[in-house]
Each structure stands twice: as C-alpha cells, then as structure tokens.
C-alpha cells in the first residue's frame, strides 16, 4: 500500500519540474534582452536567496550548522553554480527548445549515477516508461535545423551532467535538515559563486560591459525568473527528493519540457500536433512510472 508521503514527494516534485519548465522560458526571454548570463545567473540566484530567506523567517525554520549541511551547501556550487553557468552561457548560442531537448537526457544520465554511486535498483518497467517518455519529449521539442553550435552544445551537456551529479549526491547526504534549509544555503554557496565569476570575468578583462539589465521591467522578469527557476524549483525538489530514490525522482523530468511548452504555449506559441502527442507521450509514460513506484516501491532508497 503506498504511503501518503510518498504521494506528497511525488507532487513536490511535479511542482519543481513545472517551476523549472516555466523558468526556462522566463531565463531566455530576459537572455534576449542582451543581459549577459553570468549577471542574469547572480541576479536569479540573489532572488532565490532572499525569496528562501523571507521564507526562512517566516515559517521559523530552525536553522542549526552541522557538517551535513556545510557538505550540502558545497553541492550548491555545483548546481546550481557551475552548471546553471555553463546552461546560460549555452543558452545564449542555442534555442530554448534545443536545451530543454538536451536537457531531457538528464533522467537516463541520473538513473546510471543512481546505480553505480547509490546501488539503487531500478525495475525494466521504470526504464521502459522513461524511455517512452522521452520519445515524447523528442516529439515535442524535434525541429530540423534548430539553431545552436557545438560550443553551445557542449556547454548544455556538461551543465546536464552536472545536475545529474547533484541529483545523486543530494539524495545521498540528505538527512534530518529541512528542505527550505538546504535549498538556502545552495543557493546562497550558488550566489558566492556566481558573484566571484562574474567579478573574475570583468577583472581579467574577458567582458567589457557588465551586460547589467537596462530597464526596471527587465530587472523585474529577471528576479522572477530566479525565484521561479531557483527558489521555489529547488525547495519543492529537495522535498520531493527526500522522500523518493535519485531515480524515480530523475524519471520525473521528462515532465519540465512539457511544462516549459505549455509556458511557451500561453506565450504565444503554437503547436503542431506531433507536438501535442509528444506532450501526451511523455506525461502518460512519466505518469505510468510514477504509478509503478508507488505502488510497488517504499519511499526511499539504498544508500552505500
């Protein structure tokens, strides 16, 4: 019979890939507004931060340093640090459709990390329904000739890896510390980070112009974009992912481009319907693996 928590991880999970889905669309919106990337990365992230702070303070989280969450932190400079600056920098050569498309290789990329690092044991039904589902995605986000160049390319894939890495090691050090608390202190080591780069790349002389938003509207959709993408995504998915093993939560990502074409569907876009059966596709499959993991697994997974 499969538990009530399970259900609530299964929604906060749903909740992040959404978040992350729209937040895609926001990020390369003000990307097109010649906001330089590593700026859009600190003023998303300062967002985030002090979206989860008020959060923090708010709800009176109790907030108490320990060694797990000083390690925890750490993985914030891997994600979303180091691999949200190399997605921007690959965004800008790339479309939006081309890196969410890449991006939807991370669920097979976090299955084998899952394997080999946490012994986790994945059943051929789950394999079966995220490979369906990710010929959904395929369907959804396949244009010929779609723009992007090799270094654009590259810098997606290693940032997809990246994320794929923090997936596994955060599910692996989560213990007792609460999800807002960790989502805070990732994005705050993220923000550090970003900052140090930014600055880096302007001292050595690598930009002249800090590329800064020129207008308040601007400034705004930025912060926006960063509480949605970072602050509220990683909140629900470090909830979601403390209840769920690395890869049933990774099969869930199929889900994001679904919601970022629904996002760019309200924006204006319309669909073909081979679009719209990959939709289909890929939430059925998603769906079908989720259901196969709450019925036959407990919440949970092995860890070395």
């Known amino acids: 019979m499969p538990s009530t928590t399970s259900y609530r991880h299964v929604l906060l999970l749903v909740a992040a890939t959404a978040c992350w889905g729209c937040g895609t669309v ?4 003000v990307l097109d507004r010649d906001v330089a990337p590593l700026i859009l990365l600190a003023v998303e992230l300062a967002a985030s931060s002090l979206l989860l ?5 708010l ?9 797990s969450l000083a390690r ?38 976090i299955m084998v990390l899952a394997v080999l690092l946490l012994r986790e ?10 490979a369906v589902a990710l010929i959904g995605v395929l369907l959804v986000l396949y244009r ?14 290693g940032a997809v890896t990246a994320c794929a890495i923090y997936t596994v090691l955060t599910r692996w050090l989560l213990l007792d510390d609460s999800s807002l608390s960790v989502a805070l202190v990732q994005q705050v080591a993220a923000l550090v980070f970003a900052v140090v780069l930014a600055a880096s790349t302007k001292i050595i002389g690598t930009s ?37 093993p690395a890869s049933v939560a990774g099969s869930l990502f199929p889900l994001i481009p679904v919601f970022g074409l629904a996002a760019g569907y309200l924006a204006g876009d ?23 993991h709450l019925t036959r697994q407990p919440a949970g997974s092995p860890r070395v």
């Open 208 to 244: 002249d112009d800090l590329g800064l938003p020129d207008d308040g509207s601007t400034w705004v959709l930025a912060a926006v974009s960063g509480m949605v993408y970072y602050g509220l995504a990683f909140w629900l998915f470090i909830g979601g992912l403390r209840g769920v």
């Open 26 to 29: 926001l990020s390369k919106q």
């Open 72 to 109: 925890l932190a750490l993985l914030g400079v891997l994600n979303p640090g180091v691999a949200y600056a190399l997605g921007l920098f690959g965004l800008v050569t790339i479309s939006a459709s081309l890196s969410v498309l890449l991006w939807a290789t991370e669920p097979a990329l």
């Open 144 to 157: 010929p000739g779609a723009p992007g160049d090799a270094m654009g390319i590259a810098l997606t894939v």
């Open 121 to 130: 044991r994945i059943a051929a039904a789950t394999v079966i329904a995220v």
């Open 270 to 292: 319309r669909l073909l319907d081979r679009q719209w059966f990959g939709a289909t596709l890929a939430v059925v499959a998603t769906a079908a693996a989720t259901a196969y």
């Open 59 to 67: 709800i009176r989280v109790r907030f108490t340093w320990s060694a």
């Open 53 to 57: 702070a008020t959060g923090t303070f």
